[in-house]
């Protein structure tokens, strides 16, 4: 797998993560969910807006949207012989997976203004195993033990990003009995990248720093608004 396929790669996982579920969910249920709540196309968003049934499968389909490219890169990499796994795992898995969720947070069907990609990293994470998925997990864990804590998504969020660099540096330096495939993680590539990811969901998030700051930021459970917003026929 060449340089040129690399960009390949790279650039369809970018297409694949700008698909816009969320809008698209909103669009089938009559509702512009651009117009509603926090005017996010994310699941969080579409959750609140159409009820939680609707923001389990916005998330679902965005993981997955994360998972699917990076899977299908490596499976590639690795078969076609033009690659060595540590330089799929290292190099390309990273970067493929930044394609999905830049595509999803900047995607190009709403104005380069997509969802806050949290769903689609988790996705991408999960997908390079072993030592990001566990670290993807454990921040989940994170996520999980915020929200039950706070009921704010945004918050929780926001510390599971940050702690998503220090359990990938736990994961990497523990000697965990993972195979022979573990020392392919412990790398700086997968750390830089754990590090950009948490820069960017914590900017992606600055309105709702601001709004939890001042007070304003809604909590998970609080009454949905009103779906005045329904989509031009």
Known sequence: MDAPLWIIAVAVAFVV?????GLIIGRLRGVDV????????GATNVGRVLGRPYGFLCFFLDALKGAAPVLGALTLAVTDGGVSSEQARQWLAPLVGAGAILGHVYSPWVGFKGGKGVATSFGALVAMWPAMSLAAISALGVWLAILAATRFVSLASMCAASALPLFYAVFTAWPLDLGATTRLWSGAPLLIASLLLCGLVIFKHRANIARLRSGT??????AKPPRSATVAS
Not at 17 to 21: A, L, T
Not at 217 to 222: A, D, L, S
């Open 17 to 21: 993560g700008s698909v816009p579920f």
């Open 34 to 41: 651009r117009a509603l709540g926090s005017k996010n196309i």
């Open 217 to 222: 930021e809604p909590r998970v459970g609080q």
